[in-house]
């Protein structure tokens, strides 16, 4: 199945964002996870995508696997570039204050016990890709719910970076999204893997995670 580019309820204009994240909800609730395109503020998916695209090349790194003391870097997994957003900027903080709002509300709909987020902006050039995983794994409790956005404007069939949402270990096919400005996936990261097909031209997104609260004597979760 292909998720292509198609109006939302929301007419695509994104005014409502209460109304988005029910949809949203009711999504994670039936399924387990949600493909809203072109969902987000065009305003707000606007000024990322040229605050990503204005950013200096070295605040870019290579994208590895693994957190603090644990990260690898490993190019059979994947070979895309990340920033990591931490509300230093305008915009950056405006995307993490509409993160904020999805989590209340998908904390009062689900109750799914939301405690933090975490994001970055990453960029795939040409021939870059990300392969099969899994964002967290079963009992690790850490991410619970992945998101992705997208920024790309104009985006063909020939153009490649699709990303592949799969059920379960067993499916082969999976759901196939375009990579359009404003689209919004959302899914239970234990529960879904998923892929990103090499792209033919750059490609823009922004990544990011929900979290619960595992923090314990002598460990902080997420580590400062």
């Known amino acids: 199945m292909v998720a292509l580019k198609q109006s939302s309820l929301l007419g695509g204009d994104g005014t409502n964002d209460d109304a988005l994240f029910a949809l949203i ?22 000024s990322l995508l040229h605050h990503q695209q204005n950013m200096a090349t070295d605040n870019f790194k290579s994208a590895g696997i693994g957190r603090g003391q644990e990260y690898l870097e490993n190019e059979f997994v994947r070979t ?4 990591w957003i931490n509300g230093d900027t305008a915009v950056g903080q405006q995307w993490l204050d509409w993160n904020a709002h999805l989590q209340s509300s ?11 987020f975490e994001s970055h902006f990453a960029h795939y050039a040409p021939g870059d890709y990300y392969k099969r995983h899994l964002d967290a794994f079963k009992g690790e409790a850490n991410r619970v719910l992945s998101i992705v956005v997208y920024f790309n404007s104009n985006w063909s069939a020939n153009s ?3 990303l592949v949402l799969y059920q379960d270990h067993f499916d082969k096919e999976g759901i196939k999204v375009v990579p359009l400005l404003g689209t ?6 234990e529960d879904f893997p ?4 090499p792209a033919n031209r750059d490609r823009y997104s922004i990544a990011g995670w929900f979290r619960v609260n595992t923090s314990k004597a002598q460990k902080v979760d997420p580590p400062l």
Do not use: M, W
């Open 194 to 197: 998923h892929e990103v097909l």
């Open 106 to 116: 998908l904390n009062k709909r689900l109750f799914l016990g939301l405690f933090s």
């Open 25 to 46: 909800a009711q999504d994670i609730e039936t399924q387990g996870y949600s493909i809203r395109p072109t969902a987000l503020r065009p305003e707000l998916a606007s």
């Open 80 to 83: 895309d570039e990340i920033c």
């Open 160 to 162: 490649g970076g699709e």
């Open 184 to 189: 919004i996936v959302t899914f239970l990261s």
